[in-house]
């Protein structure tokens, strides 16, 4: 296997809706780096999605779950069950995901968690996985989540879902690549509760002191896909001064250069 330092779309819808009709994908991300080989938030057809990339799951080192909505986590106990001989694969969860409470609901088997080295996580904790040190962060959404803050040669943030809140920026200042899952374009006249709009975006990347070289935008609703995600990430681009692409299902982002592999699954572009 060739090392490369890079980050595959395996889905970048987001929501229920977008969930339900596949009208983009809802695979998560896999993030090589340092040769150290993460999933992050694998919802319905990440298994199928990698497989037609031609992308192998097999020997990754950890699997990331930042809340229990399906579309972050269905096909985690898949992803598990595939590591089943291997004794060194970490999950790595949001605590709900793992021990559900009343107000929640299971979503890893206690048998697929007894396959792997478990982490159940609130923010602030900080994990070696190989190469890689992942820090936890907090998010304000509908469900309990974590972010991720991924750091090796390359510094990769995701504060997954939830709206932006005052200092939230403190966590991911200094990142080399910055993904935010924006699910309302601007003007954002429907105001979806804990999701994260463009203006919030805006917000977050402008009062960071160090800003990301790049930010990617995933994880699209209808309201966003209607809105052009194109011209969304120019808004963003424009009043931050930071390069923003929109994801598309299958991209294939080179971690070194920032570059983007221009096939993917070009059928699936919305
Ligand atoms: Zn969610």
Redesign the pocket.
């Known amino acids: 296997m060739k090392d490369e330092n890079q980050i595959i779309f395996l889905g970048t819808g987001?929501?229920r809706s977008i969930m339900f009709s596949q009208a983009r994908r809802t695979g998560g991300i896999f993030i090589e780096l340092d040769k150290t080989r993460l999933l992050i938030d694998p919802g319905p057809g990440s298994l199928t999605t990698a497989k037609e990339l031609g992308l192998s799951l097999r020997g990754l080192d950890a699997l990331l779950v930042?809340?229990?909505?399906p579309?972050?986590s269905t096909d985690a106990n898949a992803v598990i069950d595939g590591h089943a001989d291997d004794e060194n694969f970490i999950l790595i969860a949001e605590k709900h995901v793992v021990n559900p409470t009343k107000e929640t609901y299971p979503v890893i088997s206690r048998y697929h968690q007894g396959l792997c080295k478990k982490y159940a996580v609130g923010p602030g904790e900080k994990i070696k996985v190989k190469n890689l040190t992942i820090t936890t962060t907090p998010a304000r959404?509908?469900?309990p989540?974590v972010g991720f803050r991924i750091a090796g040669t390359k510094i990769i943030s995701y504060p997954?879902?939830?709206s932006y809140f005052r200092g939230q920026e403190k966590y991911y200042d200094s990142s080399d690549i910055l993904i935010l899952?924006v699910l309302a374009p601007f003007p954002n006249d429907k105001k979806m509760a804990k999701?994260m709009d463009v203006e919030d975006a805006i917000k977050l990347i402008n009062a960071m002191k160090d800003k990301p070289k790049l930010v990617i935008i995933q994880h699209f609703s209808f309201y966003m896909l209607r809105a052009d995600v194109r011209k969304q990430a120019k808004i963003i681009e424009k009043k931050t001064g930071v390069k923003c692409i929109p994801a598309r299902d299958g991209m294939k982002l080179d971690v070194d250069s920032l570059g983007v592999e221009k096939k993917g699954l070009e059928k699936f572009i919305g």
């Open positions: 987001g929501g930042s809340h229990i909505h579309d972050h959404h509908s469900a989540a997954c879902d939830g899952n999701h």
